[in-house]
């Protein structure tokens, strides 16, 4: 069995600066693609960015220029930068792999999430 777990959300002021990261492990035969989400209170879950295995990433329009994501596939980990953060990049930031087990069946795997707050 495998598992995504987040971490480095926190509280910071606007402009700021935070990483999150996001290690996938257990029963691992590979790791595809990766991805972050937001949900933010009372709003639908989103897309924020993506990165497939081999290095192509799209972003949610709202993150471009200011969001990057990128991978350490021999970790299996996936980090978000997230830079010039706005109040309203508040929400519960939450991982997406797709694993591939030792029954080589490609899964997607949800983390717990991460608390990201944006507030002076």
């Known amino acids: 069995q495998a598992q995504v777990l987040e971490s480095g959300g926190g509280l910071v002021q606007p402009g700021g600066s935070l990483r999150l990261s996001c290690a996938a492990s257990?029963?691992?035969?590979?790791?595809?693609?990766m991805a972050w989400y937001r949900q933010a209170p009372g709003k639908e879950r989103e897309l924020v960015a993506a990165?497939?295995?081999?290095?192509?990433?799209n972003y949610a329009d709202s993150v471009k220029g200011r969001f990057t994501i990128s991978r350490d596939s021999a970790k299996n980990t996936a980090y978000l930068q997230m830079n010039s953060l706005k109040p309203e990049d508040t929400a519960v930031y939450y991982c997406?792999?797709?694993?591939?087990?030792?029954?080589?069946?490609?899964?997607?795997?949800w983390g717990q999430g991460t608390q990201v707050t944006v507030s002076s």
């Open positions: 257990g029963s691992i035969f590979s790791v595809g693609a």
């Open positions: 997406n792999a797709e694993i591939q087990g030792a029954d080589f069946r490609l899964r997607p795997y």
């Open positions: 990165i497939t295995s081999g290095g192509s990433t």
